[in-house]
């Protein structure tokens, strides 16, 4: 059974603060995913990552870097938290060329004050 | 601008009947389509995709349909029941590979009423 954990469920931050969130996931997945959603919007791509140390933007990554120095680890970093980056960050996994789907963490609820 | 669109926020359903929840997109290079469903404090799980060779796939009491020419898909759920409440996101992908992008539409919030 995969399973994909995020470090927090709740985080409250200042403005201007370094803000680093950590995922984990248990299946030896190649891709990891980095998504945030915002209502209305749905889920939006971040950054993802097809292997250790390897790592490529997606729709939105202005004001956000990751890094992925072990396969089961994908960490989202906010440089200078802002309050616009308040929302829900949500991590995936999958196996790399496989058909089968992105699992999900729970997701972490980020509130920038 | 957003390539996958759900149109319908949100959506009241009585038990035992149809929901039918709908996704249009854009890009014409989108040829694998998913549905995820998500609880609140939870992430989204994969409930059903369908490939673009395809019109209709069924799983159980939920079936997605594709108009590819209209560029739109569906998702019925028959019959309806309480637990199905839940937000549903479309999804879009290009190519079977789960390491491509996956594009989200916004969602739609399912209530089944007893």
């Known amino acids: 059974d995969v399973k994909v954990t995020q470090s927090s469920r709740y985080l409250v931050k200042r403005t201007g603060e370094k803000v680093f969130l950590e995922c984990v996931q248990d299946?030896?997945?190649?891709?990891m995913f980095w998504y945030r959603q915002d209502p209305g919007l749905g889920l939006r791509l971040i950054y993802f990552?097809?292997?250790?140390?390897?790592?490529e933007k997606g729709d939105i990554p202005e004001g956000y870097s990751v890094s992925r120095e072990k396969k089961e680890r994908f960490s989202l970093i906010l440089e200078s938290a802002s309050t616009n980056q308040t929302s829900m960050y949500l991590c995936?996994?999958?196996?790399?060329?496989?058909?089968?789907?992105?699992?999900f963490g729970p997701g972490t609820r980020l509130t920038v004050l | 601008d957003q390539q996958v669109k759900q149109n319908s926020p949100s959506l009241s359903v009585q038990e035992g009947r149809i929901s039918i929840l709908n996704c249009d997109y854009t890009?014409?290079?989108?040829?694998?389509f998913l549905w995820y469903k998500k609880y609140p404090a939870e992430g989204p799980t994969f409930l059903i995709s369908?490939?673009?060779?395809?019109d209709k796939n069924e799983d159980g009491r939920f079936t997605v349909f594709l108009n590819k020419s209209a560029k739109h898909l569906s998702l019925h759920i028959v019959p309806s029941q309480p637990g199905d409440s839940a937000v549903y996101f479309c999804?879009?992908?290009?190519?079977?590979?789960?390491?491509?992008?996956?594009?989200f539409g916004g969602g739609t919030r399912l209530m089944v009423k007893p």
């Open positions: 990552s097809y292997d250790v140390k390897m790592k």
């Open positions: 890009n014409s290079m989108f040829d694998y």
């Open positions: 299946m030896d997945h190649e891709n």
């Open positions: 999804a879009a992908q290009k190519g079977l590979n789960a390491g491509n992008m996956l594009t």
């Open positions: 369908i490939s673009s060779i395809k």
């Open positions: 995936a996994s999958s196996l790399r060329g496989s058909t089968d789907t992105q699992y």
